[in-house]
Protein backbone atom coordinates (compact mmCIF):
# COMPACT_ATOMS: atom_id res chain seq x y z
CA UNK A 1 0.00 0.00 0.00
CA UNK A 2 2.52 2.52 -0.56
CA UNK A 3 4.37 2.41 3.17
CA UNK A 4 2.20 5.75 3.68
CA UNK A 5 0.94 6.12 7.18
CA UNK A 6 -2.13 5.49 8.70
CA UNK A 7 -5.02 7.79 8.95
CA UNK A 8 -6.33 9.35 11.53
CA UNK A 9 -8.80 7.32 12.88
CA UNK A 10 -10.46 5.74 9.54
CA UNK A 11 -8.32 2.40 9.82
CA UNK A 12 -7.05 3.86 6.25
CA UNK A 13 -3.57 3.78 4.65
CA UNK A 14 -2.57 6.28 2.20
CA UNK A 15 -3.58 5.19 -1.20
CA UNK A 16 -1.20 3.32 -3.86
CA UNK A 17 -1.98 4.69 -7.70
CA UNK A 18 -2.65 1.85 -9.70
CA UNK A 19 -3.69 3.16 -12.80
CA UNK A 20 -2.47 6.53 -14.27
CA UNK A 21 -3.38 7.58 -17.70
CA UNK A 22 -5.72 9.79 -20.27
CA UNK A 23 -8.95 9.44 -22.17
CA UNK A 24 -8.25 7.80 -25.59
CA UNK A 25 -8.72 11.77 -27.03
CA UNK A 26 -6.19 12.89 -24.25
CA UNK A 27 -8.36 15.78 -22.52
CA UNK A 28 -8.75 14.43 -18.80
CA UNK A 29 -6.13 12.16 -16.52
CA UNK A 30 -7.46 9.46 -15.22
CA UNK A 31 -5.66 7.83 -11.87
CA UNK A 32 -7.28 4.82 -9.74
CA UNK A 33 -5.97 4.90 -6.18
CA UNK A 34 -6.26 2.18 -4.15
CA UNK A 35 -7.53 2.42 -0.28
CA UNK A 36 -7.55 -0.12 2.64
CA UNK A 37 -9.99 0.58 4.54
CA UNK A 38 -10.20 -1.88 7.83
CA UNK A 39 -8.46 -4.80 5.91
CA UNK A 40 -10.80 -3.64 2.66
CA UNK A 41 -9.62 -2.70 -1.09
CA UNK A 42 -11.71 0.16 -2.03
CA UNK A 43 -10.65 1.89 -5.34
CA UNK A 44 -11.45 5.55 -6.43
CA UNK A 45 -11.20 7.28 -9.82
CA UNK A 46 -10.25 10.42 -10.45
CA UNK A 47 -7.25 13.14 -10.28
CA UNK A 48 -6.06 14.05 -6.75
CA UNK A 49 -7.31 17.06 -7.67
CA UNK A 50 -10.85 15.72 -8.45
CA UNK A 51 -11.28 13.25 -5.34
CA UNK A 52 -10.17 16.62 -3.01
CA UNK A 53 -12.99 18.43 -4.54
CA UNK A 54 -15.58 15.98 -4.21
CA UNK A 55 -14.75 14.82 -0.40
CA UNK A 56 -17.05 17.77 0.90
CA UNK A 57 -16.14 19.76 3.92
CA UNK A 58 -16.78 16.89 7.21
CA UNK A 59 -15.01 13.78 7.58
CA UNK A 60 -14.44 12.15 4.31
CA UNK A 61 -12.69 15.92 3.80
CA UNK A 62 -10.03 14.79 6.52
CA UNK A 63 -9.40 11.87 5.61
CA UNK A 64 -8.90 12.29 2.11
CA UNK A 65 -6.24 15.33 3.64
CA UNK A 66 -4.48 12.92 5.44
CA UNK A 67 -4.27 9.95 3.10
CA UNK A 68 -3.11 12.04 0.43
CA UNK A 69 -0.50 14.13 2.56
CA UNK A 70 2.48 12.59 2.25
CA UNK A 71 2.11 11.70 -1.74
CA UNK A 72 3.80 13.90 -4.60
CA UNK A 73 1.08 15.79 -6.20
CA UNK A 74 1.11 19.10 -8.73
CA UNK A 75 0.40 22.25 -8.24
CA UNK A 76 -3.40 21.90 -8.93
CA UNK A 77 -3.29 18.84 -6.32
CA UNK A 78 -2.09 20.99 -4.28
CA UNK A 79 -4.38 24.09 -4.97
CA UNK A 80 -7.57 21.71 -4.38
CA UNK A 81 -6.14 20.35 -1.22
CA UNK A 82 -5.66 23.61 0.44
CA UNK A 83 -9.25 24.69 -0.64
CA UNK A 84 -10.41 20.95 0.89
CA UNK A 85 -8.38 21.51 4.09
CA UNK A 86 -10.60 25.52 4.09
CA UNK A 87 -14.02 23.77 3.58
CA UNK A 88 -12.93 21.28 6.52
CA UNK A 89 -11.70 24.31 8.41
CA UNK A 90 -15.41 25.98 7.65
CA UNK A 91 -17.01 22.95 9.03
CA UNK A 92 -15.26 22.50 12.31
CA UNK A 93 -16.15 26.09 12.98
CA UNK A 94 -19.46 25.77 12.56
CA UNK A 95 -19.44 23.11 15.10
CA UNK A 96 -17.61 25.07 17.42
CA UNK A 97 -19.84 27.70 16.67
CA UNK A 98 -23.06 25.71 17.43
CA UNK A 99 -21.45 23.83 20.61
CA UNK A 100 -20.71 27.95 22.13
CA UNK A 101 -23.93 28.69 21.36
CA UNK A 102 -25.24 25.99 23.37
CA UNK A 103 -22.98 26.12 26.46
CA UNK A 104 -23.92 29.86 26.73
CA UNK A 105 -27.57 28.67 27.03
CA UNK A 106 -26.08 26.52 29.98
CA UNK A 107 -27.79 28.25 33.75
CA UNK A 108 -24.64 27.58 34.55
CA UNK A 109 -22.83 30.37 33.91
CA UNK A 110 -25.78 33.14 34.15
CA UNK A 111 -24.67 35.23 38.18
CA UNK A 112 -26.45 37.34 40.04
CA UNK A 113 -24.74 40.92 40.46
CA UNK A 114 -26.34 43.85 42.61
CA UNK A 115 -26.90 45.56 38.81
CA UNK A 116 -28.71 42.42 37.52
CA UNK A 117 -26.35 39.57 35.78
CA UNK A 118 -23.21 38.39 34.60
CA UNK A 119 -22.73 35.88 31.59
CA UNK A 120 -19.68 33.90 31.95
CA UNK A 121 -19.77 31.98 28.98
CA UNK A 122 -17.40 34.04 26.88
CA UNK A 123 -14.76 33.82 29.77
CA UNK A 124 -15.14 30.25 29.89
CA UNK A 125 -14.70 29.78 26.45
CA UNK A 126 -11.91 31.69 26.70
CA UNK A 127 -9.96 29.78 28.89
CA UNK A 128 -10.73 26.25 27.15
CA UNK A 129 -9.36 27.80 24.26
CA UNK A 130 -6.61 29.76 25.17
CA UNK A 131 -8.43 32.56 23.01
CA UNK A 132 -8.65 36.49 23.78
CA UNK A 133 -12.26 37.59 25.02
CA UNK A 134 -13.40 39.17 21.59
CA UNK A 135 -12.31 35.67 19.34
CA UNK A 136 -14.67 34.29 21.63
CA UNK A 137 -17.72 36.84 21.44
CA UNK A 138 -17.43 36.07 17.80
CA UNK A 139 -17.45 32.32 18.26
CA UNK A 140 -20.74 33.26 20.63
CA UNK A 141 -22.25 35.48 18.07
CA UNK A 142 -21.75 33.22 15.13
CA UNK A 143 -22.95 30.20 17.37
CA UNK A 144 -26.19 32.30 17.96
CA UNK A 145 -26.93 33.38 14.58
CA UNK A 146 -26.64 30.39 12.80
CA UNK A 147 -29.00 28.20 15.49
CA UNK A 148 -31.53 31.03 15.43
CA UNK A 149 -33.02 33.00 12.27
CA UNK A 150 -30.11 33.01 10.10
CA UNK A 151 -29.80 29.08 9.66
CA UNK A 152 -28.72 29.19 6.00
CA UNK A 153 -25.42 31.20 6.77
CA UNK A 154 -25.07 28.12 9.02
CA UNK A 155 -25.51 25.58 6.20
CA UNK A 156 -23.43 27.74 4.24
CA UNK A 157 -20.77 27.52 6.77
CA UNK A 158 -21.06 23.77 7.58
CA UNK A 159 -20.30 23.04 3.68
CA UNK A 160 -17.50 25.15 3.19
CA UNK A 161 -19.19 27.32 0.97
CA UNK A 162 -17.68 30.34 3.23
CA UNK A 163 -15.44 30.78 5.89
CA UNK A 164 -15.83 31.73 9.67
CA UNK A 165 -14.51 35.23 8.99
CA UNK A 166 -17.11 35.05 6.32
CA UNK A 167 -19.92 34.15 8.92
CA UNK A 168 -19.18 36.78 11.21
CA UNK A 169 -19.34 39.48 9.13
CA UNK A 170 -23.18 37.97 8.46
CA UNK A 171 -24.05 38.00 11.85
CA UNK A 172 -22.71 41.77 13.08
CA UNK A 173 -23.60 43.11 9.94
CA UNK A 174 -27.35 41.64 10.41
CA UNK A 175 -27.80 40.76 13.47
CA UNK A 176 -29.61 43.69 14.79
CA UNK A 177 -31.80 44.12 11.61
CA UNK A 178 -35.56 43.91 11.51
CA UNK A 179 -35.67 40.04 10.07
CA UNK A 180 -38.34 41.20 7.43
CA UNK A 181 -35.15 42.80 5.86
CA UNK A 182 -32.15 41.02 7.15
CA UNK A 183 -33.37 37.43 6.08
CA UNK A 184 -33.40 38.46 2.11
CA UNK A 185 -30.36 40.67 2.23
CA UNK A 186 -28.53 37.42 3.95
CA UNK A 187 -29.99 34.82 0.62
CA UNK A 188 -28.57 38.05 -1.60
CA UNK A 189 -25.67 37.74 -0.12
CA UNK A 190 -24.62 34.17 0.15
CA UNK A 191 -25.34 34.34 -3.25
CA UNK A 192 -22.04 36.08 -3.99
CA UNK A 193 -20.20 35.21 -0.90
CA UNK A 194 -18.27 32.20 -2.19
CA UNK A 195 -16.56 34.41 -4.25
CA UNK A 196 -16.56 37.57 -2.27
CA UNK A 197 -13.42 38.57 0.30
CA UNK A 198 -14.59 39.39 3.70
CA UNK A 199 -14.35 43.33 3.28
CA UNK A 200 -16.33 43.16 0.16
CA UNK A 201 -19.43 40.95 1.41
CA UNK A 202 -19.16 44.14 4.30
CA UNK A 203 -19.49 46.42 1.39
CA UNK A 204 -21.97 44.47 -0.09
CA UNK A 205 -24.40 44.07 2.72
CA UNK A 206 -23.84 47.93 4.31
CA UNK A 207 -24.63 48.88 0.16
CA UNK A 208 -27.95 46.83 0.39
CA UNK A 209 -29.18 48.06 3.98
CA UNK A 210 -28.80 51.54 2.91
CA UNK A 211 -31.03 50.62 -0.19
CA UNK A 212 -33.77 48.45 1.26
CA UNK A 213 -34.25 50.50 3.99
CA UNK A 214 -32.40 54.18 4.32
CA UNK A 215 -34.39 55.34 7.56
CA UNK A 216 -32.91 52.43 9.71
CA UNK A 217 -29.58 52.74 7.77
CA UNK A 218 -29.29 56.07 9.17
CA UNK A 219 -30.53 54.99 12.85
CA UNK A 220 -28.15 52.55 13.23
CA UNK A 221 -25.48 55.00 11.63
CA UNK A 222 -26.47 57.19 14.37
CA UNK A 223 -25.91 54.50 17.23
CA UNK A 224 -22.90 53.09 15.99
CA UNK A 225 -21.28 56.65 16.54
CA UNK A 226 -21.22 56.32 20.56
CA UNK A 227 -19.06 53.32 19.93
CA UNK A 228 -16.37 54.86 18.03
CA UNK A 229 -13.22 54.44 19.90
CA UNK A 230 -9.54 53.97 19.78
CA UNK A 231 -7.99 50.42 20.36
CA UNK A 232 -5.85 49.55 23.09
CA UNK A 233 -1.83 48.74 21.69
CA UNK A 234 -1.73 45.10 20.17
CA UNK A 235 2.01 43.58 20.86
CA UNK A 236 3.80 42.90 17.74
CA UNK A 237 7.24 41.42 16.70
CA UNK A 238 10.64 43.34 17.04
CA UNK A 239 9.85 45.84 19.18
CA UNK A 240 6.75 47.13 17.39
CA UNK A 241 2.86 47.47 18.34
CA UNK A 242 -0.34 48.20 16.41
CA UNK A 243 -3.44 50.24 17.43
CA UNK A 244 -6.62 50.82 15.73
CA UNK A 245 -9.52 53.01 15.51
CA UNK A 246 -12.95 52.92 15.15
CA UNK A 247 -14.34 55.77 13.57
CA UNK A 248 -17.31 57.09 11.81
CA UNK A 249 -16.31 57.46 7.85
CA UNK A 250 -16.16 61.21 7.50
CA UNK A 251 -13.86 61.34 10.77
CA UNK A 252 -11.86 58.18 9.37
CA UNK A 253 -11.51 60.02 5.83
CA UNK A 254 -10.18 63.51 7.84
CA UNK A 255 -8.06 61.39 10.22
CA UNK A 256 -6.34 59.66 6.83
CA UNK A 257 -6.09 62.82 5.00
CA UNK A 258 -4.36 64.67 7.82
CA UNK A 259 -1.87 62.51 7.44
CA UNK A 260 -1.30 62.22 3.92
CA UNK A 261 -0.88 66.15 3.97
CA UNK A 262 1.62 65.85 6.14
CA UNK A 263 3.58 63.28 4.44
CA UNK A 264 3.06 65.30 0.72
CA UNK A 265 4.62 68.74 2.82
CA UNK A 266 7.51 66.13 3.75
CA UNK A 267 8.18 65.02 0.29
CA UNK A 268 7.60 68.24 -0.63
CA UNK A 269 10.97 69.31 0.90
CA UNK A 270 12.90 65.68 -0.14
CA UNK A 271 12.11 63.91 3.31
CA UNK A 272 13.77 60.89 2.75
CA UNK A 273 11.10 58.66 4.90
CA UNK A 274 8.31 56.71 3.34
CA UNK A 275 4.53 58.23 2.74
CA UNK A 276 3.41 55.41 6.04
CA UNK A 277 6.67 56.65 7.84
CA UNK A 278 5.70 60.26 7.96
CA UNK A 279 2.06 58.79 8.66
CA UNK A 280 3.48 57.12 11.64
CA UNK A 281 5.51 60.31 12.84
CA UNK A 282 2.97 62.98 12.62
CA UNK A 283 0.67 61.03 14.40
CA UNK A 284 3.10 60.01 17.29
CA UNK A 285 4.36 63.79 17.14
CA UNK A 286 0.96 64.74 18.23
CA UNK A 287 0.87 62.10 21.13
CA UNK A 288 4.31 62.71 22.45
CA UNK A 289 3.25 66.45 22.48
CA UNK A 290 -0.09 65.74 24.32
CA UNK A 291 1.62 63.46 26.90
CA UNK A 292 4.45 66.15 27.83
CA UNK A 293 2.02 69.28 27.90
CA UNK A 294 -0.97 67.84 27.90
CA UNK A 295 -3.95 68.30 25.27
CA UNK A 296 -6.89 70.63 25.12
CA UNK A 297 -10.80 69.23 24.47
CA UNK A 298 -14.11 70.14 24.56
CA UNK A 299 -16.90 68.38 26.32
CA UNK A 300 -20.36 67.02 25.72
CA UNK A 301 -21.72 69.98 28.17
CA UNK A 302 -19.59 72.96 26.09
CA UNK A 303 -16.56 73.18 28.49
CA UNK A 304 -12.91 73.02 28.13
CA UNK A 305 -10.38 71.31 29.89
CA UNK A 306 -6.68 70.26 29.82
CA UNK A 307 -5.68 66.64 30.37
CA UNK A 308 -2.46 66.22 32.44
CA UNK A 309 0.93 65.28 31.12
CA UNK A 310 1.08 61.32 31.78
CA UNK A 311 4.41 59.33 31.78
CA UNK A 312 4.59 55.80 30.82
CA UNK A 313 6.45 53.41 33.13
CA UNK A 314 9.28 51.18 31.52
CA UNK A 315 10.57 48.76 34.25
CA UNK A 316 14.30 47.89 33.77
CA UNK A 317 16.78 45.21 35.42
CA UNK A 318 19.38 46.54 36.77
CA UNK A 319 22.08 44.41 34.62
CA UNK A 320 20.53 46.38 31.73
CA UNK A 321 20.69 50.02 33.24
CA UNK A 322 24.77 48.45 33.70
CA UNK A 323 25.65 48.26 30.30
CA UNK A 324 25.46 52.00 30.27
CA UNK A 325 28.17 52.22 32.72
CA UNK A 326 31.46 52.99 30.95
CA UNK A 327 34.25 50.30 31.48
CA UNK A 328 30.95 47.70 32.27
CA UNK A 329 31.31 44.03 30.39
CA UNK A 330 28.57 42.23 30.90
CA UNK A 331 28.74 38.27 31.40
CA UNK A 332 28.46 36.48 27.93
CA UNK A 333 25.28 35.92 26.34
CA UNK A 334 23.33 32.35 25.94
CA UNK A 335 23.55 32.76 21.93
CA UNK A 336 27.10 34.06 22.43
CA UNK A 337 28.03 31.02 23.81
CA UNK A 338 26.13 28.52 21.98
CA UNK A 339 27.86 30.67 18.97
CA UNK A 340 31.49 30.03 20.60
CA UNK A 341 30.65 26.38 20.93
CA UNK A 342 29.13 25.80 17.09
CA UNK A 343 32.46 27.92 16.24
CA UNK A 344 35.07 26.53 18.34
CA UNK A 345 35.85 30.03 19.49
CA UNK A 346 35.86 30.56 23.30
CA UNK A 347 32.89 33.22 24.78
CA UNK A 348 34.70 36.01 26.93
CA UNK A 349 34.32 35.35 30.29
CA UNK A 350 36.22 38.27 31.75
CA UNK A 351 32.71 39.18 33.77
CA UNK A 352 33.55 36.32 35.93
CA UNK A 353 29.77 35.54 35.80
CA UNK A 354 29.32 31.92 37.96
CA UNK A 355 28.52 29.17 34.98
CA UNK A 356 29.91 31.54 32.18
CA UNK A 357 29.48 28.32 29.73
CA UNK A 358 26.32 28.09 29.83
CA UNK A 359 25.55 31.47 28.94
CA UNK A 360 23.76 34.46 30.95
CA UNK A 361 19.94 34.64 30.32
CA UNK A 362 19.18 38.45 30.16
CA UNK A 363 16.13 39.49 31.65
CA UNK A 364 14.05 41.67 29.14
CA UNK A 365 12.66 45.12 30.26
CA UNK A 366 9.10 45.59 30.16
CA UNK A 367 7.21 48.58 28.59
CA UNK A 368 3.91 48.60 30.55
CA UNK A 369 0.91 48.04 28.80
CA UNK A 370 2.93 46.47 25.89
CA UNK A 371 5.46 43.83 26.89
CA UNK A 372 9.38 42.98 26.37
CA UNK A 373 11.49 45.66 25.01
CA UNK A 374 15.14 45.20 23.90
CA UNK A 375 17.59 46.45 26.13
CA UNK A 376 18.72 49.35 23.63
CA UNK A 377 15.58 51.13 23.63
CA UNK A 378 14.88 50.32 27.08
CA UNK A 379 17.83 52.59 27.97
CA UNK A 380 16.86 55.19 25.38
CA UNK A 381 13.54 55.85 27.17
CA UNK A 382 15.02 55.67 30.93
CA UNK A 383 16.45 58.64 30.13
CA UNK A 384 13.35 60.29 31.02
CA UNK A 385 11.37 62.51 29.25
CA UNK A 386 7.70 61.07 29.02
CA UNK A 387 8.78 57.93 30.09
CA UNK A 388 9.24 56.58 34.20
CA UNK A 389 12.22 54.50 35.05
CA UNK A 390 11.79 51.55 37.02
CA UNK A 391 14.50 49.44 38.05
CA UNK A 392 14.18 45.70 39.10
CA UNK A 393 16.80 42.94 40.76
CA UNK A 394 18.38 41.01 38.51
CA UNK A 395 17.57 38.17 39.85
CA UNK A 396 14.03 38.54 41.43
CA UNK A 397 12.47 40.98 39.39
CA UNK A 398 11.40 42.85 42.44
CA UNK A 399 11.58 46.54 41.98
CA UNK A 400 14.30 48.31 43.24
CA UNK A 401 13.45 52.01 42.36
CA UNK A 402 10.31 53.38 41.29
CA UNK A 403 11.80 57.20 40.23
CA UNK A 404 10.90 60.29 41.90
CA UNK A 405 8.86 62.19 39.11
CA UNK A 406 5.44 61.51 39.69
CA UNK A 407 2.52 63.28 38.94
CA UNK A 408 0.26 61.78 41.47
CA UNK A 409 2.43 59.17 43.52
CA UNK A 410 0.39 55.32 43.66
CA UNK A 411 0.08 54.18 47.08
CA UNK A 412 3.41 51.78 47.39
CA UNK A 413 1.42 48.55 47.69
CA UNK A 414 -0.66 49.09 44.57
CA UNK A 415 2.66 50.13 42.53
CA UNK A 416 4.13 46.69 43.50
CA UNK A 417 1.24 44.52 42.99
CA UNK A 418 0.91 46.53 39.44
CA UNK A 419 4.29 46.36 38.61
CA UNK A 420 4.29 42.71 39.65
CA UNK A 421 1.27 41.56 37.75
CA UNK A 422 1.49 43.58 34.45
CA UNK A 423 -1.62 42.00 33.20
CA UNK A 424 -4.53 40.72 34.43
CA UNK A 425 -4.19 37.85 35.95
CA UNK A 426 -6.47 35.31 34.28
CA UNK A 427 -4.96 33.04 32.19
CA UNK A 428 -4.92 34.73 28.58
CA UNK A 429 -6.37 38.29 29.11
CA UNK A 430 -3.82 41.26 28.34
CA UNK A 431 -5.49 44.18 29.60
CA UNK A 432 -2.45 46.38 31.24
CA UNK A 433 -2.33 45.96 35.27
CA UNK A 434 -2.76 49.82 34.99
CA UNK A 435 -5.91 49.75 33.94
CA UNK A 436 -7.21 46.89 36.22
CA UNK A 437 -8.45 46.90 39.53
CA UNK A 438 -6.53 45.85 42.99
CA UNK A 439 -8.21 43.26 44.42
CA UNK A 440 -8.41 41.16 47.79
CA UNK A 441 -7.62 37.88 46.40
CA UNK A 442 -9.60 36.54 49.92
CA UNK A 443 -11.61 38.87 50.45
CA UNK A 444 -11.12 41.78 52.63
CA UNK A 445 -14.83 40.91 53.93
CA UNK A 446 -13.53 37.55 55.10
CA UNK A 447 -10.52 38.20 56.92
CA UNK A 448 -8.01 38.69 53.80
CA UNK A 449 -5.00 40.97 54.65
CA UNK A 450 -4.18 43.72 52.37
CA UNK A 451 -1.11 42.46 51.49
CA UNK A 452 0.92 42.25 48.40
CA UNK A 453 0.30 38.59 48.35
CA UNK A 454 -3.47 38.42 48.82
CA UNK A 455 -4.22 41.62 46.01
CA UNK A 456 -4.35 40.67 42.16
CA UNK A 457 -4.65 42.71 39.45
CA UNK A 458 -8.34 42.04 37.54
CA UNK A 459 -9.50 43.62 34.71
CA UNK A 460 -12.96 45.49 35.37
CA UNK A 461 -14.54 42.53 33.36
CA UNK A 462 -12.68 39.69 35.60
CA UNK A 463 -13.34 41.43 38.58
CA UNK A 464 -17.16 41.48 38.17
CA UNK A 465 -16.88 37.99 37.88
CA UNK A 466 -15.15 37.20 40.85
CA UNK A 467 -17.34 39.25 42.66
CA UNK A 468 -20.58 37.45 41.36
CA UNK A 469 -18.71 34.33 42.07
CA UNK A 470 -18.21 33.06 38.57
CA UNK A 471 -14.11 32.82 38.76
CA UNK A 472 -11.83 32.77 41.59
CA UNK A 473 -8.79 33.34 41.42
CA UNK A 474 -5.94 31.23 43.42
CA UNK A 475 -2.93 32.60 45.84
CA UNK A 476 0.55 33.87 44.02
CA UNK A 477 2.61 30.73 44.93
CA UNK A 478 6.55 31.31 45.10
CA UNK A 479 7.29 30.25 42.12
CA UNK A 480 5.39 33.26 40.00
CA UNK A 481 2.41 30.92 39.34
CA UNK A 482 -1.05 31.47 39.96
CA UNK A 483 -4.51 29.59 39.06
CA UNK A 484 -8.05 30.38 37.76
CA UNK A 485 -10.56 28.33 38.77
CA UNK A 486 -13.59 29.24 36.21
CA UNK A 487 -17.47 29.15 36.70
CA UNK A 488 -17.53 25.47 35.89
CA UNK A 489 -14.75 24.39 37.97
CA UNK A 490 -11.79 24.20 35.15
CA UNK A 491 -8.93 25.41 37.04
CA UNK A 492 -6.08 26.70 34.64
CA UNK A 493 -2.56 28.23 35.53
CA UNK A 494 -1.23 31.38 34.64
CA UNK A 495 2.34 30.85 34.56
CA UNK A 496 5.27 34.00 35.65
CA UNK A 497 6.70 35.83 32.78
CA UNK A 498 9.90 34.01 32.93
CA UNK A 499 11.53 31.32 34.70
CA UNK A 500 13.21 32.21 37.89
CA UNK A 501 17.15 32.08 37.99
CA UNK A 502 18.21 29.04 38.61
CA UNK A 503 22.11 31.03 39.03
CA UNK A 504 23.69 34.16 39.18
CA UNK A 505 25.11 36.94 42.14
CA UNK A 506 23.54 39.99 42.09
CA UNK A 507 25.67 43.10 40.14
CA UNK A 508 28.05 44.86 42.00
CA UNK A 509 26.01 48.21 40.70
CA UNK A 510 23.63 49.58 43.18
CA UNK A 511 20.46 51.57 41.90
CA UNK A 512 21.51 55.16 43.16
CA UNK A 513 24.26 55.12 40.38
CA UNK A 514 21.22 56.02 37.75
CA UNK A 515 19.82 58.60 39.16
CA UNK A 516 20.11 61.87 37.33
CA UNK A 517 20.32 62.60 33.29
CA UNK A 518 22.12 60.17 31.83
CA UNK A 519 24.97 58.62 31.51
CA UNK A 520 23.81 58.29 34.95
Not at 217 to 239: H, L, Y
Not at 277 to 301: E, F, P
Not at 419 to 441: E, F, I
Not at 464 to 479: F, I
Request: net charge neutral; proline share 7%; aromatic share 4%.
Amino acid sequence: TGGGRRGVSSGVVSPRMVVSGRLDDGSMPIEIHEFHRNGVSVFECGTVEHLMDASGSGAQAIVMLENFADRAANEDALLASIRTAARAEAHAAGLKSRYAARLAAAERLTFPTHTGTVDAATEEIALALRVTRIEAERLLAVGRAITGPFWATGESLDAGRITFAKAWVIADCLGDVALPVALPIEAKALERAPERTSAELRRDIERMLIEVDPDAADDRATAARDKRTVGRVRPARDGMARMSVFLPAPDAMILDGALDAAATAAHAVSDERTTGQVRADALTAWAVAAARNGTTLTTTGGETVTSIPVKVAVTIPLEVLARAIPGFTPPPTIAQVLHAQLTGDDPDTDAGASGAAEGHRTEAPWLEGYGPLTPAVARLLAAGGTWQRIVTDTLTGAPLDVGRTRYTPPAHLATLVRLRDRTCVRPGCSVPAHRCDRDHVHDWAAGGRTSAANLASQCPRDHALKTAGAATPGPLLPDGTRTWTSALGHTYTRPPEREPRRRGGALAVSADRFEGPPPF
